[in-house]
Protein backbone atom coordinates (compact mmCIF):
# COMPACT_ATOMS: atom_id res chain seq x y z
CA UNK A 1 0.00 0.00 0.00
CA UNK A 2 2.98 2.21 0.42
CA UNK A 3 2.83 2.63 -3.42
CA UNK A 4 -0.61 5.05 -2.94
CA UNK A 5 2.09 7.40 -1.24
CA UNK A 6 2.53 8.57 -4.97
CA UNK A 7 -1.29 9.60 -5.00
CA UNK A 8 -1.25 10.83 -1.63
CA UNK A 9 1.60 12.90 -0.99
CA UNK A 10 3.49 13.14 -4.79
CA UNK A 11 -0.28 14.88 -6.51
CA UNK A 12 -0.63 16.84 -3.75
CA UNK A 13 3.02 18.12 -2.70
CA UNK A 14 3.19 19.09 -6.62
CA UNK A 15 0.83 21.72 -6.07
CA UNK A 16 2.60 24.22 -4.48
CA UNK A 17 4.22 27.13 -5.37
CA UNK A 18 7.25 28.53 -3.59
CA UNK A 19 5.51 30.90 -1.63
CA UNK A 20 3.34 27.98 -0.46
CA UNK A 21 6.37 26.08 0.50
CA UNK A 22 7.42 28.80 2.69
CA UNK A 23 4.43 28.72 4.51
CA UNK A 24 5.04 25.18 5.17
CA UNK A 25 8.48 25.50 5.93
CA UNK A 26 7.38 28.31 8.87
CA UNK A 27 5.43 25.59 11.57
CA UNK A 28 8.71 23.51 11.06
CA UNK A 29 10.76 26.94 12.00
CA UNK A 30 8.26 27.71 14.88
CA UNK A 31 8.93 24.33 16.76
CA UNK A 32 12.38 24.44 16.19
CA UNK A 33 12.19 28.01 17.85
CA UNK A 34 9.86 27.41 20.72
CA UNK A 35 11.96 24.58 21.77
CA UNK A 36 14.96 26.90 21.58
CA UNK A 37 17.02 24.35 18.68
CA UNK A 38 19.30 25.68 16.79
CA UNK A 39 18.84 24.72 12.74
CA UNK A 40 22.41 25.72 12.42
CA UNK A 41 23.63 23.75 15.10
CA UNK A 42 21.92 20.56 13.56
CA UNK A 43 22.64 21.17 10.13
CA UNK A 44 25.87 22.44 9.37
CA UNK A 45 28.45 20.47 8.65
CA UNK A 46 26.72 18.11 8.70
CA UNK A 47 26.09 14.61 6.17
CA UNK A 48 21.87 15.11 6.76
CA UNK A 49 18.95 12.22 5.84
CA UNK A 50 15.68 14.22 4.97
CA UNK A 51 14.13 10.67 5.12
CA UNK A 52 10.85 11.05 3.61
CA UNK A 53 11.02 14.29 1.95
CA UNK A 54 7.92 14.46 0.62
CA UNK A 55 8.25 18.63 -0.84
CA UNK A 56 11.46 18.96 0.92
CA UNK A 57 11.41 20.84 3.69
CA UNK A 58 14.01 18.90 5.49
CA UNK A 59 16.12 19.67 2.38
CA UNK A 60 15.88 23.14 2.48
CA UNK A 61 16.64 23.49 6.08
CA UNK A 62 19.76 21.46 5.64
CA UNK A 63 21.31 23.86 2.63
CA UNK A 64 19.78 27.30 4.00
CA UNK A 65 21.46 25.97 7.36
CA UNK A 66 25.05 24.90 6.20
CA UNK A 67 24.61 20.92 5.57
CA UNK A 68 27.65 19.72 3.84
CA UNK A 69 25.78 16.67 2.37
CA UNK A 70 22.12 15.92 1.73
CA UNK A 71 20.71 12.97 1.02
CA UNK A 72 16.54 13.55 0.04
CA UNK A 73 14.76 9.74 0.14
CA UNK A 74 11.31 9.51 -0.67
CA UNK A 75 8.81 6.28 -2.01
CA UNK A 76 6.94 8.54 -4.42
CA UNK A 77 8.94 10.09 -7.56
CA UNK A 78 7.29 13.05 -7.61
CA UNK A 79 7.96 13.99 -4.53
CA UNK A 80 11.74 13.68 -5.50
CA UNK A 81 11.00 16.51 -8.54
CA UNK A 82 8.52 18.60 -5.91
CA UNK A 83 11.87 18.80 -3.55
CA UNK A 84 14.18 19.51 -6.59
CA UNK A 85 12.17 22.55 -8.14
CA UNK A 86 11.38 23.86 -4.62
CA UNK A 87 14.88 24.11 -3.26
CA UNK A 88 16.19 25.15 -6.54
CA UNK A 89 18.65 27.43 -6.73
CA UNK A 90 20.04 27.07 -3.09
CA UNK A 91 22.78 25.25 -2.69
CA UNK A 92 26.43 26.29 -2.43
CA UNK A 93 29.33 25.16 -4.39
CA UNK A 94 30.12 23.48 -1.62
CA UNK A 95 27.27 21.59 -1.07
CA UNK A 96 26.30 18.24 -2.32
CA UNK A 97 22.54 17.79 -2.87
CA UNK A 98 21.23 13.91 -4.14
CA UNK A 99 17.84 12.14 -4.81
CA UNK A 100 17.09 8.87 -3.31
CA UNK A 101 13.55 6.81 -4.56
CA UNK A 102 13.10 4.33 -1.62
CA UNK A 103 11.11 2.99 0.86
CA UNK A 104 12.84 4.35 4.16
CA UNK A 105 12.28 0.42 5.19
CA UNK A 106 14.90 -0.66 2.41
CA UNK A 107 17.54 2.61 1.87
CA UNK A 108 20.23 1.94 -0.24
CA UNK A 109 22.92 3.80 1.84
CA UNK A 110 25.48 2.94 3.76
CA UNK A 111 25.31 2.23 7.59
CA UNK A 112 26.82 4.29 9.95
CA UNK A 113 27.15 7.34 7.43
CA UNK A 114 24.84 10.00 8.88
CA UNK A 115 25.44 12.85 11.42
CA UNK A 116 21.27 13.78 11.54
CA UNK A 117 18.80 12.21 10.26
CA UNK A 118 15.58 14.64 9.63
CA UNK A 119 11.87 12.52 9.92
CA UNK A 120 9.33 15.09 10.08
CA UNK A 121 5.67 13.39 9.99
CA UNK A 122 6.63 10.05 7.78
CA UNK A 123 6.93 7.17 10.44
CA UNK A 124 3.45 6.67 11.15
CA UNK A 125 2.67 6.57 7.60
CA UNK A 126 4.93 4.01 6.58
CA UNK A 127 3.80 0.08 6.12
CA UNK A 128 6.29 -1.15 9.04
CA UNK A 129 7.28 1.62 11.51
CA UNK A 130 9.21 -0.80 13.69
CA UNK A 131 11.27 -1.90 10.39
CA UNK A 132 11.42 2.02 9.35
CA UNK A 133 12.75 3.29 12.55
CA UNK A 134 15.41 0.72 12.57
CA UNK A 135 16.65 1.38 9.33
CA UNK A 136 16.71 4.93 9.97
CA UNK A 137 19.01 4.86 12.89
CA UNK A 138 21.20 2.46 12.12
CA UNK A 139 22.20 4.75 8.88
CA UNK A 140 23.37 7.33 12.03
CA UNK A 141 27.13 7.58 13.15
CA UNK A 142 28.06 6.81 16.62
CA UNK A 143 26.90 9.81 18.53
CA UNK A 144 24.99 11.27 15.77
CA UNK A 145 21.16 12.29 15.97
CA UNK A 146 17.86 12.70 14.47
CA UNK A 147 14.91 14.80 14.52
CA UNK A 148 11.53 12.42 14.50
CA UNK A 149 8.43 13.92 14.83
CA UNK A 150 5.10 11.36 15.07
CA UNK A 151 1.45 12.03 16.00
CA UNK A 152 0.69 12.06 19.27
CA UNK A 153 -2.56 10.11 20.46
CA UNK A 154 -5.61 11.00 22.14
CA UNK A 155 -7.27 14.41 21.63
CA UNK A 156 -10.38 15.54 19.98
CA UNK A 157 -8.48 15.98 16.53
CA UNK A 158 -7.58 12.09 16.58
CA UNK A 159 -11.15 11.84 16.45
CA UNK A 160 -11.86 14.41 13.97
CA UNK A 161 -9.91 12.82 11.34
CA UNK A 162 -11.55 9.24 12.11
CA UNK A 163 -14.71 10.76 10.67
CA UNK A 164 -13.10 11.85 7.55
CA UNK A 165 -11.57 8.93 6.72
CA UNK A 166 -14.50 7.07 6.75
CA UNK A 167 -16.35 9.73 4.99
CA UNK A 168 -13.87 9.82 1.98
CA UNK A 169 -12.82 6.31 2.26
CA UNK A 170 -14.85 5.56 -1.54
CA UNK A 171 -13.84 8.94 -3.00
CA UNK A 172 -10.41 8.41 -4.90
CA UNK A 173 -7.58 10.36 -4.14
CA UNK A 174 -6.89 12.17 -7.27
CA UNK A 175 -10.74 13.28 -7.28
CA UNK A 176 -11.09 14.35 -3.85
CA UNK A 177 -7.73 16.80 -4.57
CA UNK A 178 -9.69 17.94 -7.73
CA UNK A 179 -12.75 18.75 -5.51
CA UNK A 180 -10.79 20.29 -3.05
CA UNK A 181 -8.73 22.36 -5.45
CA UNK A 182 -12.12 23.60 -7.09
CA UNK A 183 -12.90 25.21 -3.14
CA UNK A 184 -11.43 28.32 -2.19
CA UNK A 185 -9.24 25.75 0.26
CA UNK A 186 -5.46 26.79 0.37
CA UNK A 187 -3.05 24.65 -1.37
CA UNK A 188 -1.46 23.86 1.66
CA UNK A 189 -4.46 22.68 3.15
CA UNK A 190 -5.57 20.75 0.17
CA UNK A 191 -2.07 18.50 0.76
CA UNK A 192 -2.74 18.37 4.56
CA UNK A 193 -6.66 17.18 4.30
CA UNK A 194 -5.29 14.63 2.27
CA UNK A 195 -2.68 13.61 4.26
CA UNK A 196 -4.69 13.08 6.83
CA UNK A 197 -7.85 11.61 5.17
CA UNK A 198 -6.27 9.22 2.36
CA UNK A 199 -3.05 8.35 3.71
CA UNK A 200 -3.32 4.42 4.04
CA UNK A 201 -1.45 4.26 7.01
CA UNK A 202 -2.44 6.53 10.05
CA UNK A 203 -0.79 5.94 13.63
CA UNK A 204 -0.47 8.17 16.48
CA UNK A 205 1.85 7.15 19.54
CA UNK A 206 1.85 6.99 23.16
CA UNK A 207 5.48 9.14 24.34
CA UNK A 208 6.42 6.68 26.73
CA UNK A 209 6.01 3.52 24.53
CA UNK A 210 7.65 5.44 21.68
CA UNK A 211 10.52 6.31 24.00
CA UNK A 212 11.21 2.53 25.16
CA UNK A 213 11.47 0.99 21.81
CA UNK A 214 14.59 3.69 20.75
CA UNK A 215 15.87 3.14 24.24
CA UNK A 216 15.72 -0.67 23.93
CA UNK A 217 18.04 -0.04 20.51
CA UNK A 218 20.47 1.54 22.67
CA UNK A 219 19.04 5.58 21.72
CA UNK A 220 18.41 8.20 24.20
CA UNK A 221 15.75 10.68 23.57
CA UNK A 222 14.72 13.75 24.71
CA UNK A 223 11.11 14.65 24.36
CA UNK A 224 10.31 18.62 23.20
CA UNK A 225 6.97 20.05 24.40
CA UNK A 226 6.82 23.10 22.25
CA UNK A 227 5.29 23.22 19.24
CA UNK A 228 1.92 24.63 17.12
CA UNK A 229 -1.40 25.23 18.72
CA UNK A 230 -2.84 22.19 17.23
CA UNK A 231 0.22 19.77 18.56
CA UNK A 232 -0.44 17.18 21.10
CA UNK A 233 2.80 18.56 22.61
CA UNK A 234 1.76 22.06 22.54
CA UNK A 235 -1.33 20.65 24.37
CA UNK A 236 0.47 18.54 26.92
CA UNK A 237 2.66 22.08 27.91
CA UNK A 238 -0.33 24.13 28.28
CA UNK A 239 -1.66 22.07 30.71
CA UNK A 240 -5.52 21.62 28.66
CA UNK A 241 -5.84 25.36 28.80
CA UNK A 242 -6.46 25.83 25.48
CA UNK A 243 -8.43 23.22 23.12
CA UNK A 244 -6.72 22.75 19.39
CA UNK A 245 -8.14 26.05 18.01
CA UNK A 246 -6.32 28.40 20.74
CA UNK A 247 -9.67 29.12 22.27
CA UNK A 248 -9.82 29.31 26.40
CA UNK A 249 -11.53 26.47 27.48
Not at 152 to 170: C, D, H, L, N, P
Request: net charge neutral; glycine share 8%; with cysteine.
Amino acid sequence: MESEHETVYGSSFRLYSRQDFLEFVSPIQARLALNGVSPVELFCDRRVLDAGCGNGRGSYLAILNGAKEIVAADISSQNLVSTQRLTSGLLSAQQEFRLVQSSLADLPLPDGYFDFIWCNGVVMHTANPSKVMTSLLNKLKLGGKAWIYIYGEGGFYQSIISVFRRIFATLETESLILKLKKSTIPIGRIAEFVDDWKTPYLRAYNFDNFSNSLNRLGFSVTRLMRGMVYDTCEQLFLGGTKNCWGKET
